[in-house]
């Protein structure tokens, strides 16, 4: 089956090394905001020249990278599995329907007078297929934040 639309693929999954640096920056832009306020509100606003306090503006950038990562490497390893599972969809929709186009040719080459309900046997269960692709694939999508397909075309 082929989706118009898009569906997760590697290049959408970040890699460990840009979630770290994704973390790093988080971490520095509160920092650097930290510090920016602290500078507005001692030295501009109370006018009270002393040191900056750096403990807490260091607990900001720790706990802010930490927090990053993590919710980055669940996010990661969540399309992981959204791209393993719809994977596995497509796999066992086309070997079902490679089994499907099997019978009927051996049905029709075989015992002719059987060919229609053979066939109509073929269309419920690709109709059901069809359908329960696209129930998982939506609700997949739904959870993942991945673009739901446009429509289902069968393979060729």
């Not at 989706?3 to 920056?25: A, D, E, K, N, Y």
């Not at 079902?96 to 060919?115: G, M």
């Not at 309900?117 to 739904?142: F, G, Q």
């Amino acid at each position: 089956m082929k989706f118009r639309g898009q569906t997760p693929s590697v290049r959408q999954i970040p890699s460990r090394t840009s979630i770290v640096l994704l973390s790093i920056l988080s971490g520095l832009g509160t920092f650097s905001i930290a510090i920016l306020l602290q500078w507005l509100i001692y030295d501009d606003w109370l006018h009270a020249n002393g040191p900056l306090r750096l403990v807490g503006s260091v607990l900001t950038f720790v706990l802010t990278s930490v927090f990053v990562f993590r919710w980055q490497e669940a996010k990661r390893r969540e399309k992981i599995a959204v791209l393993k599972r719809l994977e596995t969809i497509r796999w066992m929709n086309d070997r079902i329907r490679n089994s499907l186009q099997a019978i009927e040719c051996v049905v029709f080459a075989n015992h002719q007078h059987v060919t229609d309900p053979v066939r109509d046997a073929v269309d419920s269960i690709e109709n059901v297929l069809e359908e329960m692709l696209s129930e998982t694939h939506s609700n997949v999508a739904a959870r993942s934040g991945v673009p739901e397909p446009g429509s289902v075309e069968p393979m060729t």
